[in-house]
């Protein structure tokens, strides 16, 4: 069947089909053709068939009958390989745009004799990952392919197929998931220092700047009793590096008096999807750093706050911007 011709029946097949997370192939959901080996198999067996009947050579009908049984019971056992299988695709987690994105796909096997050579791709891509599923076991594959532009996304349509035992049928099913993938913007690469807001540049007390703190770091010399996690570790070293003892703590009471404001307009960039960019490292190097900041975009705002679940909810509001 041409390309252009079985991508037309696939479409029209997902047509009718819900989207689902969970797919347990059955046999209406498994298709079957035979390649072009299978096709020249054919031939072959055609032509020893009249040479057998030309010559009357019971050889002959005996090696084409015993090659054609062969194939016949391969056709069977390949759309069993698929057949039965169950398919499970995790939530997919997000990512950058610009980078790989992984679809990781649980593939179970409630039959007692392993499945082999099944390959799971995006439909289209051409890229398989190809895994066996022993009797009653699962294996899980992971599927990558580069998302579209940030946003939120439909996934995919994922293909299964296998070629087992002879390779003279292809085998194979098509998959509408129901998830959805965010993509967060691509950082900005060698983006300029973090932005320091009014407030913290006119309130900025000498003690913080004889401690070689920047305006939003929020840090004092260090006083006896300091828990350790407020020692900053970086400084320390680099103190020891040049052979002073002087220890530098974080000033939970000046971080909290002068927050750090993440805001589309301190980016100087008239371009929106490079102002994006630019927030979204920015964001990164706030995290790194363990500063308490707060996003302002499209009329929403996050308030200050630090942590991994703070970090997410800042990507995905830059993410979903208009």
């Known amino acids: 069947m041409p390309i252009a011709l079985r991508q037309r029946v696939e479409t029209w097949l997902l047509a009718r ?7 347990t192939l059955t046999q ?29 050579l019971n050889l002959g009908y005996l090696l084409t009958f015993l090659i054609a049984g062969c194939v016949a019971a391969g056709m069977h056992v390949g759309h ?4 039965g299988l169950q398919l499970h695709l995790l939530p997919p987690l997000p990512g950058h745009a610009g980078a790989a994105a992984t679809l990781r796909v649980v593939m179970h096997n409630p039959g007692r004799r392993t499945r082999f050579g099944i390959g799971l791709a995006v439909r289209g891509s051409g890229h398989w990952a190809w895994t066996d599923v022993p009797a009653q076991g699962e294996a899980t594959v992971d599927i990558a392919f580069l998302p579209p532009r940030r946003g939120l996304h439909a996934v995919p349509t ?5 070629r087992f035992p002879m390779g003279a049928f292809r085998v194979w099913t098509v998959w509408r998931p ?4 965010l ?9 300029p220092p973090l932005p320091t807001g009014p407030a913290d540049a006119d309130n900025t007390s000498p003690a913080r700047r004889q401690a070689g703190g920047s305006g939003f770091e929020g840090v004092r010399a260090y006083q ?3 828990p350790l996690r407020q020692l900053v570790w970086k400084r320390v070293a680099r103190a020891q590096a040049a052979g002073s003892e002087e220890l530098v703590s974080r000033d939970s009471q000046q971080s909290s008096r002068h927050s750090l404001w993440l805001d589309a307009a301190a980016t100087g960039l008239p371009d929106a999807e490079a102002r994006l960019s630019r927030l979204a490292a920015w964001v990164l190097q706030a995290d790194r750093l363990e500063l308490d900041y707060g996003l302002r975009i499209g009329g929403r705002s996050l308030g200050p706050a ?3 679940a703070h970090r997410r909810a800042c990507l995905e509001a830059l993410a979903l911007a208009p």
Do not use: C, F, H, K
């Open 17 to 23: 089909r819900p989207p689902s997370d969970q797919l």
């Open 28 to 56: 209406r959901q498994v298709y079957i053709l035979p390649t072009r080996a299978g096709l020249m198999l054919a031939a072959t067996l055609l032509v020893l068939l009249v040479a057998a009947i030309n010559y009357q």
């Open 80 to 83: 069993a390989t698929l057949r």
């Open 158 to 162: 994922l293909t299964a197929e296998t």
């Open 178 to 181: 129901a998830a959805q993938l």
């Open 183 to 191: 993509v967060w913007p691509a950082p900005e690469v060698g983006a």
């Open 224 to 226: 006896r009793g300091d």
């Open 306 to 308: 630090r942590g991994e």
